[in-house]
Nanobody
Framework: QVQLVESGGGVVQAGGSLRLSCAAT????????MGWFRQAPDKEREFVST???????YYANSVKGRATISRDNAKNTVFLQMNSLKPEDTAVYYC??????????????????WGQGTQVTVSS
């Protein structure tokens, strides 16, 4: 059973905005935290943001001030609003979930469940 499904990616011009969504099964959504990661071509997967069940959020320095993570508990969905997009934001964006207490570190190996990813392309 697919537990995490991302959507909302696409092509946007630099300076534009996108809102990514991650629909989870109820079982997955009740985990300790839900996060977003991204992977650009020929680069390692990197942390973007994470939010725990209480709503506390953490962000990578590269997106701080431009990204907002949120969750809709009634819909088992996590969102990532990205503004002022830059070409360097181009990547496949992945949603992930974890029960680890170390979710806030942003280290991907603490996350157990992963979606298939959604492509975000920012043109200059």
């Amino acid at each position: 059973q697919v537990q995490l499904v991302e959507s909302g990616g696409g092509v946007v011009q630099a300076g534009g905005s996108l809102r990514l969504s991650c629909a989870a099964t109820e079982r997955t959504f009740t985990k300790n935290a839900m996060g977003w990661f991204r992977q650009a071509p020929d680069k390692e997967r990197e942390f973007v943001s994470t939010i725990d069940r209480s709503g506390s959020a953490y962000y990578a320095n590269s997106v701080k001030g431009r990204a907002t993570i949120s969750r809709d508990n009634a819909k088992n969905t996590v969102f990532l609003q990205m503004n002022s997009l830059k070409p360097e934001d181009t990547a496949v964006y992945y949603c992930a979930a974890t029960d680890s207490a170390f979710y806030w570190t942003g280290r991907s190996h603490f996350y157990n469940d992963w979606g298939q990813g959604t492509q975000v392309t920012v043109s200059s």
